[in-house]
């Protein structure tokens, strides 16, 4: 069981910036990699980001790449997701999932979740 707790979402306008804070406690070493999902009023869930235990890997989903750094904090059990050149189309809520499979990116691999926070960019 992992416990994680998002914060850092807000209201920003377009071409602004965000950090996206996860805090991890519990059983942290039974994940595989942590990631970032995000869901919009009325679509499902997406993949966004993911970063290996070892941070050897990291993971985007193309529309956001060149704009998101995913990275983590092994001391303090958190991990991070810096949003750059944030764009109305990334509004949602955002989730972070601790992956207890050996690999995959989809929501059935990741199996503890955060309770979201809200990112709004405005136009």
């Known amino acids: 069981q992992v416990q994680l707790e998002e914060s850092g979402g807000g209201l920003v306008q377009a071409g602004g910036s965000l950090r996206l804070s996860c805090a991890a406690s519990?059983?942290?070493?039974?994940?595989?990699?942590m990631g970032w999902f995000r869901q919009a009023p009325g679509k499902e869930r997406e993949f966004v980001a993911a970063?290996?235990?070892?941070?050897?890997?990291?993971w985007y989903t193309d529309s956001v790449k060149g704009r998101f750094t995913i990275s983590r904090d092994t001391a303090k059990d958190t991990v991070y997701l810096q949003m750059n050149s944030l764009k109305p189309e990334d509004t949602a809520v955002y989730y972070c999932?601790?992956?207890?499979?050996?690999?995959?990116?989809?929501?059935?691999?990741?199996?503890?979740w955060g309770q979201g926070t809200q990112v709004t960019v405005s136009s």
């Open positions: 519990g059983r942290t070493f039974s994940s595989s990699a």
């Open positions: 999932a601790a992956r207890h499979r050996p690999y995959g990116l989809g929501a059935a691999d990741f199996g503890s």
């Open positions: 970063i290996s235990r070892s941070s050897a890997m990291t």
